[in-house]
């Protein structure tokens, strides 16, 4: 007997029939990937290998059970007589059963290829319509990254904007709290000039009282900048914070933007691809898209409340400038027409206690010349009243009765004592006249040393405090009239 071919027994891993398939829900998790070196034959006889049948006795033959070769070739050699080992009807049901089996192995083999095909083909479609959705989420996921970015650049530049022009506020607002040290310096001095009046000039009049005003204007406004500056530096900070949120979460996506992109941009034939045994069990994501998208609006939020509440700071240091750039011009120019009208009522009272002192002057050169014409009248009354007594004494010595009490010796006694009274009268005038030309020296004493005093404040006010208060600072002039 020849040798025949005995088909080698294949070893295939068969997928789930079609129509479990196709039917249920989609799980795409867990997922089993085929092993690397799974492949469906296509050429069925690459199996099959040539072998040698042994021969083996009939069911029914028991007589050769147990014989060797040797001793089955000995015994047919030996045989004389005809002894079939199969009957005709076992060799074509044998033929029969062979050529049944063969054909349902070939139905079978036809069945299983025409199925293996149908699932060849649909796990391809299968596998190509999920690579599709696959690099389609991709896009979405693309789409949605490129909507944030944006959204994030735009407020990132906002953001950065914004920074810049608080930044500039702060420097303005630097720049006017150093600009209130020069006014209040001057009103700090000009204080301290007006203590260095004399006497009854140094007086707690509107002038000082403004003055002190303006001291208390200049350091409220200067609380208020500093106060409004740390205001501005804790906003800064916070600005920072929220650029540093958008910038970091920018970066980040990115990195992202750029893997998704090559992501989806692979394809079955590109380079680089490779197995990652395990790497579908590796479950590193830490957020979900809805969680995703609530953090990067999150940061824009954020951002755009910081973005808020600095230009409601800028528009309040706006205000601040402002107003107290109009207080302390108000009270600048309160000070100067004080000073003015202060400086006027002291030249006035000046003016007028020189000429009270000119007067005072005309009228001692008066009295002057009053008494020397009281002593002179004195001195003219020497003579008459010698001669007078002279008469008298003379007349004493007539002798007997002619020493008469006639009406000679009594206009001699009357002239002496009118004479003696007169002089009395001149004396008396001469001291009331030197008492008030005393008087009138102290008057003008007093007038000179008060005419100093106005020179003197006079000086101050106008020469020293109005010399200093000439300016006011520009930047603050410029915010008092915007």
């Known amino acids: 007997m020849g040798l025949v071919g005995s088909p080698r027994t294949a070893t295939y891993s068969f997928l789930p029939p079609i129509n479990t398939t196709s039917s249920g829900p989609k799980k795409h998790f867990p997922y089993h990937p085929l092993p690397q070196k799974f492949s469906l034959p296509h050429i069925p006889n690459a199996y099959y290998k040539t072998a040698a049948i042994k021969p083996t006795l009939a069911p029914y033959s028991n007589g050769s059970q147990g014989l060797t070769s040797s001793t089955t070739g000995l015994l047919v050699s030996n045989r004389t007589t005809l002894y079939p080992r199969y009957t005709s009807d076992d060799w074509h049901r044998s033929n029969q059963t062979k050529y049944q089996e063969s054909k349902t192995a070939q139905h079978k083999a036809e069945l299983l290829s025409l199925d293996t095909a149908r699932l060849v083909e649909e796990k391809y479609k299968l596998t190509k319509k999920t690579q599709g959705e696959s690099s389609k989420n991709l896009q979405v996921r693309i789409n949605d990254i490129k909507f944030w970015k944006t ?81 501005t530096n804790a906003q800064l900070a916070a600005n920072r914070a929220a650029q540093y949120e958008l910038e970091k979460d920018l970066a980040d996506k990115q990195v992202a933007h750029r893997i998704d992109d090559k992501c989806h941009q692979l394809r079955n034939t590109s380079e680089g691809i490779n197995y990652y045994r395990g790497v579908e069990r590796i ?5 979900v898209p809805e969680l995703w998208a609530r953090f990067t609006d999150g940061n824009i939020v954020r951002s755009q409340g910081e973005r808020k509440a600095s230009a409601k700071l800028r528009d309040r240091i706006e205000n601040l400038l402002a107003v107290a750039a109009n207080e302390m011009w108000s009270q600048f120019n309160e000070v100067n027409v004080a000073f003015t009208n202060r400086i006027a009522e002291t030249t006035n009272t000046k003016n007028k206690i020189q000429t009270h002192l000119a007067k005072t002057v005309q009228e001692m050169y008066r009295i002057e010349a009053y008494i020397e014409a009281i002593r002179k009248a004195i001195r003219d009354k020497e003579a008459p009243l010698k001669v007078a007594q002279t008469r008298l004494d003379h007349r004493t010595r007539r002798p007997n009765m002619e020493l008469c009490r006639d009406y000679v010796q009594l206009g001699l006694h009357n002239e002496v004592y009118e004479i003696d009274e007169t002089v009395h009268n001149l004396q008396q005038r001469l001291r009331e006249a030197e008492d008030q030309l005393q008087v009138l020296a102290h008057i003008k004493s007093t007038l000179e040393h008060d005419v100093a005093v106005k020179a003197n404040t006079l000086f101050i006010d106008q020469g020293k405090c109005m010399g200093m208060r000439k300016t006011f600072p520009r930047l603050l002039q410029m915010a008092a009239h915007v």
Not at 161 to 177: G, Y
Not at 216 to 223: D, K, L, P, W
């Open 151 to 231: 959204e994030l650049c735009r407020e990132l530049d906002k953001m950065i904007d914004e920074t810049k022009a608080l930044r500039d506020e702060k420097r303005k607002l630097e720049r006017a709290l150093a600009e209130t040290e020069a006014p209040l310096q001057v009103a700090q001095e000009c204080l301290l000039h007006r203590d260095k009046r004399l006497d009854i000039d140094l007086a707690h009049d509107d002038v000082e009282k403004q003055l002190l005003t303006e001291v208390h204007v200049i350091r409220s406004c200067q609380e208020r900048m500093k106060k409004c500056l740390e205001m």
């Open 283 to 287: 479950d590193a994501t830490i957020s």
